[in-house]
């Protein structure tokens, strides 16, 4: 498990070196793209389906946006013969996605099991048990939705602002008012 | 006239006050009452969302401009990080330790009150800030950009 995960941060160093340090703005959106990619099979990996599901989704409709928008000033147009090579190396790629999938999907619990006791474990050892016995006594908040998401899983909740923030700058950025002409940009 | 007809201009009037007080309420009480702050937050930027449909752009802007929506948008994110930082400085150091929570519970405050939780209700005001100045930051730049869009197009043709 270990050798796979260095495996996955080496494969996610050289992407993210090769992203920034690169040229071409198309190789560095695809560089971009290996590396959420990278991420989804580490989570694979990690038994956490429904991340993985989240990230490739959000990765794979980035990555087709930014081609999209990188290539609007170039060719749109693809010319020359498929290639075996490419072929073989995305069914290879689709069927270790879906292996994988299919294998992690098993560490889920069944169909029907009450959500917050998971099959086959001791119920005093999980972790949703203990945030609804303790939500109040180690947090004080009465709301166990809130004492989760500031408390315990708080560095998620950063996450989500963080997002929120970026993606709010994007939209501004992307959208300001152009003067004519002199190619100035005011806000 | 600027906006819509009367009869929506004197409720939206009426209305715009108990909204805003709504989703304060909402912020305030996220620690005990489902909510929290992004509902709150999405609840205060509908009421400025209103105020903009039924009294035109300008209006709004007037009350609340792009400058000082993005200094709240920042000041939420900034207030969130420094939240989460001073977790690490005080008690153990953990990022995101909620370390108003010992305090209080050494002063003998009773759970289910309205200054319980430690740091929790912080973290509530500076996400609702964050996420309603956004929210709104977002409608007011969608709608300069389709009317500077139509006045491009004129000048055009």
Redo the contacts between chains.
């Keep these: 498990m270990f050798y796979i995960f260095l495996f996955f941060m080496i494969f996610l160093l050289i992407a993210a070196l090769i992203a920034v340090h690169t040229d071409n703005l198309l190789s560095s959106v695809i560089c971009v793209g290996a590396i959420g990619f990278g991420g989804s099979l580490m989570f694979l990996f990690l038994r956490a389906p429904d991340i993985a599901i989240t990230q490739i989704v959000v990765e794979v409709l980035g990555l087709i946006i930014l081609i999209r928008a990188t290539i609007s000033s170039d060719k749109t147009f693809i010319s020359g013969q498929r290639e075996f090579f490419g072929i073989v190396v995305s069914l290879a790629l689709l069927l270790a996605i879906s292996g994988l999938g299919l294998k992690a999907l098993d560490g889920l619990p069944n169909f029907g099991t009450p959500a917050f006791v998971a099959a086959g474990e001791i119920e005093e050892t999980i972790a949703s048990q203990e945030y609804i016995e303790q939500s109040?006594s180690?947090?004080?908040?009465?709301?166990a939705?809130?004492?989760v998401?500031?408390?315990w899983r708080?560095?998620d909740?950063?996450g989500e602002?963080?997002v929120?923030?970026t993606s709010?700058l994007g939209?501004?950025v992307m959208?300001?008012?152009k003067t004519?002409n002199t190619g100035a940009i005011e806000? | 006239m600027k906006g819509m007809t009367v009869i929506v201009k004197s409720i939206s009037r009426w209305v715009k006050m108990l909204i805003f007080l709504f989703g304060i309420y909402v912020t305030l009480f996220g620690h005990l009452t489902p909510g929290g702050g992004f509902a709150g937050g999405v609840i205060l930027a509908g009421s400025y969302i209103l105020l903009m449909l039924a009294f035109g752009r300008e209006y709004a802007e007037d009350n609340l401009s792009l400058v000082v929506t993005s200094k709240l948008d920042c000041v939420g994110a900034l207030l969130f990080v420094a939240i989460a930082l001073s977790g690490l400085l005080y008690g153990s150091a953990a990022f995101f330790y909620n370390f108003l929570h010992q305090e209080i519970q050494a002063e003998k405050v009773k759970a289910l009150d309205l200054v319980s939780a430690g740091a929790i209700p912080l973290s509530n005001i500076a996400i609702c800030l964050k996420v309603g100045a956004s929210l709104f930051m977002v409608v007011l730049i969608l709608s300069v950009f389709r009317c500077d869009f139509s006045a491009g197009e004129r000048e055009v043709s």
């Design positions: 109040l180690k947090t004080g908040a009465a709301n939705v809130a004492a998401i500031l408390d708080a560095y909740t950063l602002t963080t929120l923030f709010i939209a501004v959208l300001r008012k004519k806000a």
